[in-house]
């Protein structure tokens, strides 16, 4: 890549810095992942100690989380970073999987970030997992706010739901035995992996709440039948996806990285400060 620009560079308290940065077709590593075909426009006003103010814009053709996870595409990040604050995000969007996702908010403590997730494919993202035995169809939106409170990360009335009817499949019998005996200890989750062995839906809908320190608890609210069950009648459940459970199903989801990416963010910035993003 390429890396040019110009201005003042001085010390003194009376003294201003003014240096511009043009970043164009360039390739990096961060300690989320790898850049490609990243462009920017940077602006530093303070050299000693090293700051960039709020309002830097870059923008990454693609984004590799890792080996596994299908990157990330069309990023569009703005933010600031200092030495004392670390990273500060405004705002951050990008494609996933042709899901439209962005992050906002977050400048502090006091300040909730929502997590945005616009027309995630259930067909494209069952690949993406690598689930082999699931099959799914449907789009998928969602809002989900979180905030910090001191080194924890809080999610408060997060909300995924279907645009409209679909279907999923699922190969219960093929699943793991610790999943079948965690399943067989929460209310309604037997009837629900049944259901889910040719399950045609009306409406799917989760509630996320839950701290990074601690379990989550997801509750979910699913409408719709399964022509092979109770002779297709309507079905309405409501379940709780919490405890041991939900620990063993987020392992198999390949969202999940890109969750863990973003708890690794706020991570950094509350724990090690000292290191530029890249």
Avoid: H
Wanted: aromatic share 6%.
């Amino acid at each position: 890549g390429r890396l040019d620009g110009g201005g003042r560079i001085a010390w003194g308290s009376a003294a201003e810095t003014a240096l511009d940065l043009r970043l164009r077709d360039a390739a990096f590593r961060t300690p989320w992942g790898r850049a490609e075909g990243a462009t920017g426009e940077l602006r530093l006003d303070r050299f000693s100690p090293l700051r960039l103010p709020a309002g830097q814009r870059v923008r990454i053709g693609r984004f590799a989380l890792d080996d596994k996870t299908p990157p990330l595409t069309d990023v569009d990040a703005r933010f600031g970073w200092s030495v004392a604050g670390g990273i500060d995000l405004r705002r951050l969007a990008l494609d996933w999987t042709g899901a439209k996702v962005s992050v906002e908010g977050g400048s502090g403590r006091r300040r909730p970030s929502v997590l945005r997730i616009e027309g995630l494919d259930l067909a494209r993202a069952v690949a993406a997992a690598g689930l082999d035995d699931v099959r799914a169809t449907g789009i998928v939106d969602g809002t989900i706010p979180f905030r910090l409170d001191r080194d924890t990360i809080v999610v408060e009335n997060g909300v995924l739901a279907t645009r409209g009817p679909g279907e999923i499949r699922y190969g219960a019998g093929a699943a793991p035995e610790e999943i079948k005996a965690a399943a067989a200890a929460e209310p309604g989750m037997d009837t629900l992996m049944t259901a889910l062995r040719n399950f045609q839906y009306q409406s799917l809908r989760a509630t996320l709440d839950g701290r990074s320190d601690g379990e989550a608890n997801v509750k979910l609210a699913v409408r719709g039948s399964n022509p092979d069950l109770y002779g297709g009648f309507p079905i309405a459940l409501n379940v709780n996806l919490s405890g041991a459970l939900y620990v063993i199903a987020r392992r198999s989801l390949a969202l999940a990285r890109i969750g863990d990416r973003i708890r690794d963010y706020y991570a950094e910035r509350l724990g090690r400060r000292s290191e530029p993003p890249c």
